[in-house]
């Protein structure tokens, strides 16, 4: 998500034309995706609040083990069937990481 950046919207903006064109990202084909709001005023959408307050709440959990907001949106994360974490990744290469995060995605 960015807001207002034209740094960051330009960036953006390249590499979801790259997305358009062949339809891949380095992780691989997105099912899933809703372009429209990236690059709409958060003032202008409730929705975009939400997702920005969800993000805020995500990356301060893994930046900073702050669980106060983040204990508040995990559970709405997709599982498999199984309860297999699949709406969140936490990406830490090759190290281990017992996270909650990790450990509920079978790392």
């Known amino acids: 998500m960015q807001d207002n950046n034209e740094t960051a919207a330009a960036h953006l903006t390249s590499l979801m034309r790259r ?14 995706i809703i372009e429209t709001p990236l690059f709409v005023d958060s003032e202008l959408t409730s929705m975009v609040q939400r997702a920005d307050l969800c993000s805020y709440a995500t990356r301060r959990f893994f930046e900073n083990g702050e669980t106060t907001l983040f204990d508040l949106i995990y559970g709405r994360f997709d599982r498999s069937g199984k309860g297999k974490l699949v709406g969140l990744r936490h990406y830490t ?3 281990t990481c017992n996270c909650r995060v990790c450990v509920d995605h079978g790392r």
């Open 19 to 32: 997305y358009h064109a062949d339809g891949r990202t380095r992780w691989g084909a997105f099912r899933r």
């Open 93 to 95: 290469g090759k190290r």
